[in-house]
């Protein structure tokens, strides 16, 4: 009987026969039997957190011109979904059927790898001068959802803590990447973006003191008062006044009394790069010096007019001379 498909077909006389005899025909069958076919599931790879790739197999054993059509319910599976880690998992299949074939089933693999994320410092860290450290420093790591292919997925956080270049004094810092590495969370590989941590000058308070002499004497010192002197014992930081200062304040040129007061500037007084200085000033006075004028003694004979009276001069600075004194009256009761 005609027919390809796997089964039993008759074994018929056809045109088997002679004439001179008489054939008693007995017939037989003629059996096809099942093709093997061999279903391998194909081995696929995806990042953790992504959904698993469409699955398919490879066809080992089809003939006659088949294709992969004439299998029906083929079923692929694995136990792996989107939050399964990093690793390898079994790709199973089963339950196909073809008329013409006996099937049997080889495992493919799905391999989970890690899943990328950038993790970026945050701008804008930043401290003065003495103060303390930030207990963290600051970053952000990419987001992302199922079939994104990157980013933290399924409630992840990372672990660890990124650190800073050392130092203490006014400047930049590099944040680097510290314990929060890919050991923390094996289900991800880290790209790092790194930033800097800054250090800006502390504000120093200079306060002038009021200051004054007498005419004609040496300017005495100009003192000054500081407020805001960082020390800090957690960080080693312990600023004085002379540690961190130099230079000194100055006055207003001049000397006279009249020309005064005399503002008292601030110089060339200057701080180390950890500190900016805000500047209050104070007044220069300069006191009247005392100067004693004593008449001179004076004689004439009874009867004369008096003489010229003159006086002497006890207390004269600076180089001055009795020029410098004008209105001086000198006067007796005698005439």
Excluded: C, W
Aim: net charge negative; proline share 3%; glycine share 14%.
């Amino acid at each position: 009987d005609s027919g390809e498909n796997a089964g039993s077909y008759a074994i018929n006389q056809g045109t088997l026969d002679n004439p001179n005899y008489a054939i008693t025909y007995q017939g037989a069958n003629f059996t096809i039997d099942k093709a093997a076919l061999t279903i391998t599931a194909d081995d696929k790879s995806r990042v953790y957190g992504d959904y698993n790739p469409a699955f398919t197999a490879s066809y080992n054993g089809l003939v006659n011109g088949d294709s992969a059509g004439v299998v029906s319910g083929l079923l692929l599976a694995t136990t792996a979904n989107n939050t399964s880690s990093v690793g390898h998992y079994a790709i199973t299949a089963g339950g196909a059927s073809a008329d013409n074939y006996t099937i049997s089933y080889a495992a493919g693999e799905l391999t989970v790898e890690r899943r990328p994320v950038t993790v970026t410092v945050n701008a804008g860290q930043t401290k003065v001068y003495g103060h303390n450290n930030p207990s963290a420093y600051s970053y952000t790591a990419g987001s992302g959802s199922p079939g994104s292919g990157s980013g933290l997925v399924n409630g992840d956080s990372l672990t660890g803590a990124l650190t800073r270049a050392g130092g203490e004094n006014v400047g930049a810092y590099a944040i680097e990447q510290g314990s929060l590495t890919n050991a923390n969370n094996a289900n991800y590989t880290i790209t790092y973006i790194g930033g800097d941590y800054s250090i800006t000058p502390r504000t120093l308070t200079v306060t002038a003191n009021d200051r004054s002499k007498t005419y004609g004497t040496a300017d005495p010192e100009l003192t000054y008062v500081v407020d805001g002197l960082a020390d800090n014992a957690a960080l080693g930081i312990h600023d004085t006044a002379a540690s961190v200062l130099s230079g000194g304040l100055s006055r207003e040129a001049g000397e006279t009394v009249n020309g005064g007061p005399y503002t008292i500037g601030q110089g060339d007084l200057a701080a180390n790069d950890n500190y900016t200085i805000s500047y209050t000033g104070a007044s220069f006075t300069i006191g009247k010096a005392a100067l004693m004028i004593t008449a001179d003694d004076k004689s004439r004979i009874y009867g004369e007019a008096n003489p010229a009276f003159t006086a002497s001069y006890n207390g004269l600075v600076n180089g001055d001379s009795a020029d410098v004194v004008s209105g001086l009256l000198l006067a007796t009761t005698a005439d």
